[in-house]
């Protein structure tokens, strides 16, 4: 007697096993961009984890940016190369989100569609700072406030962007899914393993 076992469709998709293989390449394209420019402007202690780059000054450089201390802040390093080290990670999304796009219009592959939608949930952050911009409330350490405080970049606006990147690069992405039964919760599902099989598991492990 053969006894045949059922795999839930979902598991059987490719839409989920390579949107969960994109997440890693999704957050470390985004730190990647702030660790190179760490070492090109030659911070001390420089240091790629596995959900952030930092540096071994960058707790007392952004605390006297944030009291106001400017002159102090400078004696650690330039603030405007902290800045363009700061928007260095959002411009690696931009343009990972970007040439995603281009990319899966052309060839909607999975891996390409999933890597997209990863990198565009990086700005589901400003969506919560917006919100506490309404209500007189300030959220500390994001990418966007520290290039505002170095390079007098508008931080609302940035923010504002960056949402509106998020819902136009979903709206696009998520089309190439759903163009195959249960692609699009397939898809879903791949963001949610991949998260955590890379913070949970692969992350800590490589890049600790």
Same mark, same amino acid.
């Given at each position: 007697?053969?006894?045949? %076992?059922?795999? #839930?469709?979902?598991?059987?998709?490719? &839409?989920? &096993? &390579?949107?969960?293989?994109?997440?890693?390449? !999704?957050?470390?394209?985004?730190?990647?961009?702030?660790?190179?420019?760490?070492?090109?402007?030659?911070?001390?202690? *420089?240091?790629?984890?596995?959900?952030? *780059?930092?540096?071994?000054?960058?707790?007392?450089?952004?605390?006297?940016?944030?009291?106001?201390? +400017?002159?102090?802040?400078?004696? %650690?390093?330039? #603030?405007?190369? *902290?800045?363009?080290?700061?928007?260095?990670?959002?411009?690696?999304?931009?343009?990972? $989100? !970007? !040439?995603? +796009?281009? %990319? !899966?219009?052309? =060839?909607?592959?999975?891996?390409?569609?999933?890597?997209?939608? $990863?990198?565009? $949930?990086?700005?589901?952050?400003?969506?919560?700072?917006?919100?506490?911009?309404?209500?007189?409330?300030?959220?500390?350490?994001?990418?966007?406030?520290?290039?505002?405080?170095?390079?007098?970049?508008?931080?609302?606006?940035?923010?504002?962007?960056?949402?509106? +990147?998020?819902?136009?690069?979903? =709206?696009?992405?998520? =089309?190439?899914?759903?163009?195959?039964?249960?692609?699009?919760?397939?898809?879903?599902?791949? %963001? +949610?393993?991949?998260?955590?099989?890379? $913070?949970?598991?692969?992350? #800590?492990?490589?890049?600790?």
């Amino acid at each position: 007697m053969q006894f045949a %076992i059922a795999v #839930p469709s979902i598991l059987r998709s490719r &839409w989920m &096993w &390579w949107t969960a293989a994109a997440f890693p390449v !999704a957050v470390l394209s985004h730190e990647i961009g702030h660790y190179v420019a760490y070492r090109a402007f030659g911070f001390r202690g *420089a240091v790629l984890h596995y959900g952030s *780059a930092s540096h071994a000054v960058a707790g007392e450089f952004w605390r006297l940016m944030k009291e106001g201390d +400017v002159a102090a802040a400078t004696l %650690i390093h330039a #603030p405007w190369q *902290a800045g363009v080290a700061a928007a260095a990670g959002l411009l690696m999304t931009y343009a990972t $989100i !970007a !040439a995603c +796009v281009l %990319i !899966a219009r052309r =060839r909607p592959h999975p891996f390409v569609v999933g890597l997209g939608l $990863i990198a565009a $949930i990086r700005f589901l952050g400003s969506a919560l700072v917006v919100v506490m911009f309404m209500f007189g409330r300030r959220q500390n350490g994001s990418d966007e406030q520290h290039v505002a405080m170095t390079l007098n970049v508008p931080e609302l606006a940035m923010h504002l962007v960056g949402i509106t +990147v998020l819902f136009a690069s979903w =709206r696009v992405l998520l =089309r190439f899914p759903a163009q195959e039964p249960g692609g699009r919760a397939a898809t879903l599902a791949g %963001i +949610v393993l991949g998260g955590i099989l890379y $913070i949970g598991v692969l992350g #800590p492990w490589l890049l600790p």
